[in-house]
């Protein structure tokens, strides 16, 4: 990580104290099932799932509780065995009720599976179907389902899938230690992906603050021409799709494109994991792996958690809460999303709980801006956020889209760095969705 | 430690993302700056002796008082502690020549921040580096005044009281390069050494709190613009690493075209800006009336400074070449 590291990176970003010895080196740990757990029929972005169970079910564990509806949709399984002991709305971690199935678990879990595929001859579509079945959603944050990624149009032409092992976020070594401990189920999914999309190479970018991770992955491709280890430099928003392309690649996703108009897929590590578990051991998405961390919290741990568990039931298994906790985020500090309570469940997505302190949070008090360009620096994608986020400000929309407000990925590197801490990425926020309605009415007129 | 509930009894804070914050503040790189004048302030006493104290603190107080008696009558909030009135008092005072009126002083701190900042609504919403405008002030009101110079402290035989750039332009003497270096010549409170700018000046480079960019495209313009002419007639014109070292140039070089408020934004803008002040800067040196000319410029293209800004707008990322 010297100041002339040969790795590979992007223009801007910023490096936050990372946090990650916390966890580092703490294997993963198996939390035993919590007394219920909450099941939103929407963890994903697209279609809410039906459900297919009422009050009073006996279910297995790995059983299918609700069905997709539509093609932008996917499947909820029961975590645990138990009995459905209501449907109802609940609040999920944005602070938004949501239809819910709520599953009182049984001690032991009986599991049922769906039978095991081989990977040397599963064809693409059968990994298609099964990735569906399984009900896999990205693990970066958006929650696309898996199988859609999978699937490009025909006039797309995809050469490369970049695994993500950056974990750029702070605090979080959920990845790192996927990494260390089933490299080979990486590797083998990862090709697996690749045989969807009949890609011939693949890659995984790690950020170079990950040595160990490195070392072993480095080995699990020995002997795989096709797939290449590319140490990227340790930075926020390394992960972030455009700028793991860039680096990795060297091309430019245009504003408003996808990966793939450049030929490139990007799958997360915990995603390569579930492909594996879905195909060879036949095992739907009923569990989440994540890091829980942070000053406030007793025990940092990383977990594998039945997914449904209330956040009370983790922080608790963690040793508990400091009082003086100022925030508690479901995700990583720089993307992630406040809690008031901590009655919300674990989602797919999920790949951290944490508990800052003051110290932590470091928040000077927001004075007026001084122009001092560091945002326009360190924005990745070279917009102007001090600009922008003004527009957003005063409700000029027109400006705002033409310096092209949509093309934010809202990372929040701008605000992260303002010396005069004005809220910027979250002025832009809004001021995105504000440009977005008016896009959208644009066509409708 | 307690037992974690779903409802916590203690307040957690909701915020939207980001949660953590970098260590910066407008407090912490204000006071970098104020940090960073501290080599300047000990030249100033070196070569021109403990009045120069008393310069520097009328001018801080009447510029944080004035600051705070804007406030006060506009029920605004009070803004002292953010350290901004402190630079630019200690900045006005840095930039006026040894022994200069106390009397004067305060009355260009309070044009300073009255006129060059507050005016504007304060903090972050001028157009102009107010200390500036607080010595084109007393420029204006007091040319004799403010261009009397004194001789320094351990002058060596045959230096004067006239600045290098005056002893050049109107006298064609030279001065030499390692006196310039020290600061042991004539010229305002901060300006005369070049050691005491560059160590101030390369702290705030390399802590962040300026960026590289201004420094250097005006370091690199002052070669090539003074380089042409110097290699026109050596004899008419002074050579860039002269220019460079003599009058205002590396102090408002670090100090004064790098104030955040009235510098652009973008680093195409940026390079644009520094070599902006140096052709102006030439323009005056070379052919003006004045033998020096660095406040002008600066001031000059603080004006274009918006400009500069809408037309160097960087091309977002993955757009079309």
């Known amino acids: 990580m010297s100041l002339f590291s040969k790795a590979k990176t992007f223009r801007g970003g910023v490096h936050p104290s990372e946090f990650k010895e916390l966890t580092e080196k703490v294997a993963f740990e198996v939390m035993p099932n919590p007394k219920l757990v909450i099941l939103p029929l929407k963890q994903h972005i697209g279609k809410d799932a039906k459900t297919l169970v009422k009050k009073g079910d006996e279910v297995k564990a790995g059983q299918v509780i609700a069905e997709p509806d539509g093609f932008i949709s996917a499947p909820v399984h029961s975590p645990v065995s138990g009995k459905v002991l209501k449907i109802t709305k609940e609040k999920n971690v944005s602070g938004f009720p949501a239809d819910a199935i709520i599953i009182q678990s049984a001690e032991e879990n009986e599991l049922e599976l769906m039978p095991s595929l081989d990977p040397e001859t599963v064809t693409p579509e059968e990994i298609r179907e099964r990735v569906r079945l399984a009900g896999l959603v990205g693990q970066g944050g958006a929650a696309f389902p898996t199988f859609v990624k999978l699937t490009p149009p025909k006039d797309k032409v995809v050469d490369t899938v970049i695994l993500n092992g950056c974990e750029c976020e702070p605090y979080l070594t959920r990845d790192d230690r996927y990494m260390i401990e089933r490299p080979d189920d990486v590797v083998s999914g990862l090709k697996i992906i690749m045989k969807a999309l009949g890609v011939k190479r693949g890659s995984i970018g790690i950020e170079n603050n990950k040595p160990e991770a490195i070392e072993i992955m480095n080995r699990a491709v020995a002997n795989i021409p096709e797939i290449s280890v590319d140490v990227v430099q340790t930075k926020y928003p390394q992960g972030a799709e455009k700028m793991l392309i860039k680096a990795v690649t060297g091309r430019e996703v245009p504003p408003g494109k996808l990966p793939m108009d450049v030929g490139c897929v990007i799958q997360n590590i915990g995603t390569a994991i579930a492909i594996f578990d879905a195909i060879v051991k036949g095992e739907p998405v009923i569990t989440a792996a994540m890091t829980v961390s942070g000053l406030g919290i007793k025990e940092p741990k990383n977990l594998i958690v039945r997914i449904g568990t209330p956040l009370v039931d983790i922080l608790e298994y963690c040793g508990g809460v400091k009082e003086e906790a100022k925030k508690v985020i479901v995700g990583g500090p720089m993307m992630g999303v406040a809690q008031f309570d901590f009655e919300a469940p674990v989602m797919k997505a999920t790949s951290g709980i944490l508990v800052l302190l003051d110290e932590e949070i470091n928040e000077p008090v927001e004075t007026p801006c001084l122009r001092c360009g560091m945002c326009v620096d360190v924005c990745p994608l070279n917009l102007m956020p001090t600009k922008l986020a003004r527009y957003a400000q005063l409700g000029k929309l027109d400006e705002a889209e033409q310096l092209g407000i949509t093309v934010c990925m809202e990372c929040g590197t701008c605000a992260y760095t303002c010396p005069a801490n004005i809220p910027l990425v979250q002025w832009i926020r809004l001021g995105k969705q504000n440009v977005l309605r008016l896009q959208r009415e644009r066509q409708s007129a | ?321």
């Not at chain 2, 006005?92 to 260009?108: E, H, M, V």
């Open chain 2, 1 to 321: 430690m307690t037992t974690v509930t779903a409802n916590p009894s203690y307040k957690l804070r909701l915020a939207s993302s980001p949660h953590v914050h970098s260590r910066w503040s407008t407090k912490r790189a204000m006071w970098m700056v104020v940090i960073a004048l501290v080599p300047c302030m000990i030249s100033a006493v070196i070569f021109y002796g403990f009045y120069q104290l008393l310069i520097m603190a009328v001018s801080v107080i009447f510029a944080v008082a004035t600051e705070a008696a804007v406030k006060y009558f506009r029920k605004r909030e009070l803004s002292i502690g953010d350290g901004s009135a402190v630079i630019t008092g200690l900045l006005l005072a840095l930039i006026l020549p040894p022994n200069f009126s106390l009397f004067f002083t305060a009355l260009g701190a309070v044009v300073a921040i009255g006129l060059g900042k507050e005016i504007f609504g304060g903090l972050g919403y001028n157009i102009f580096n107010p200390a500036l405008v607080g010595r084109a002030f007393l420029q204006a009101a007091f040319p004799v005044q403010i261009t009397t110079w004194s001789v320094p402290n351990f002058a060596v035989e045959g230096v004067t009281s006239a600045t290098p750039l005056a002893a050049f332009k109107f006298d064609k003497i030279g001065t030499a390069v390692s006196s310039m270096l020290y600061g042991n010549i004539g010229g305002s409170l901060g300006e005369t050494s070049a050691i005491a700018i560059l160590i101030g000046g390369l702290f705030l480079v390399f802590a962040g709190v300026v960026n590289y960019r201004i420094p250097l495209s005006m370091i690199l313009s002052m070669i090539v613009f003074g380089g042409v002419f110097w290699l026109i007639d050596g004899t008419a014109f002074p050579s860039p690493l002269f220019q460079i070292a003599a009058g205002g140039f590396l102090f408002g070089t670090f100090f004064m075209a790098t104030d955040w408020v009235s510098s652009p934004v973008t680093p195409n803008g940026m390079w644009i800006y520094g070599a902006g002040i140096v052709l102006v800067l030439v323009m005056i040196r070379l052919f003006g009336g004045l033998p020096e000319g660095v406040m002008y410029a600066i001031l000059f293209m603080n004006g274009f400074v918006p400009l500069i800004n809408k037309y160097t707008q960087p091309k977002i990322f993955g757009e079309a070449k």
